[in-house]
């Protein structure tokens, strides 16, 4: 069997301010293997996005070690964590997160153009688009279109460097079900396709309930749960 894309072990996040100290995890291991889909539930404040952000190198554990084929993202050089973060992981957020400057394509395309170039980056986010239903709106500025448009754009950006992994904190947070519905729709058909692992932060069971995996973050430990339905 293929060795797993990444290892979580032993991972504990300390938060210091100047009040308060606060120990989030009890120490997480876990693994998410080539094509998994999970999806992570917990109250607010569980630290759900602070896990996201540690297995995609933006964050780092106070201990405990991620590794990522192989690799310890913990302990690799700076770097070779900003190739990890543009090459294997893609981002979506809540927030869609996209750039007021740029048109929709130019934004898709962005993180393709040191590698790819231009026109080949430009080609690339044009069929992306495509795929995510967003043809007629290659030109638009991300604040001519609704929330549901922007967060589809934000899916083709996140997929454009074909990631091994994509890290969703609450896609559809922002969105009316129908909306989000869509969103999601056109995400996992992509992942789908393309066979990118997900892991995916969600309050919705319904939403969760499109992953082959759902983990709860509850008194500071990761939990797998049955799914509702
Ligand atoms: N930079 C920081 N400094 C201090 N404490 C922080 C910092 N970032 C997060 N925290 C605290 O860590 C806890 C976990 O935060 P996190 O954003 O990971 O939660 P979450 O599970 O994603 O919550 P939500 O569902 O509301 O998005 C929270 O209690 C928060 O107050
Ligand atoms: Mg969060």
Known sequence: MA???????????????????????????????????????????SGKSTLLHM?????APDSGDIVFKGTSIVEA????????????????????????ELTVVENVALPAQIMEGHGRSLRMAKELLEAVGLEDRLQHRPQELSGGEQQRAAVARALINHPAIILADEPTGNLDEETGDKVLHYLFQLIEL?????????????????????????KRVLKEVSRSR
């Open 3 to 45: 060795a797993p894309l990444l290892c979580v072990h032993d991972v504990k996040r300390t938060y210091r301010t100047a009040h308060s100290e606060i120990d989030l995890f009890d120490g997480l291991s876990f693994e998410i293997e080539a094509g998994d889909k999970v999806a992570v539930m917990g109250a607010s404040g």
């Open 194 to 218: 393309r066979g990118h692992s997900l892991v995916m932060v969600t309050h919705s069971p319904s939403v969760a309930d499109r992953c082959d995996k759902q983990w709860r973050l509850e």
């Open 77 to 100: 050089s700076h770097r070779w964590r900003c190739q990890y973060r543009h090459q294997q992981i893609g981002f979506i957020f809540q927030g869609y997160h996209l750039l007021s």
């Open 55 to 59: 297995l995609g190198g933006l964050d």
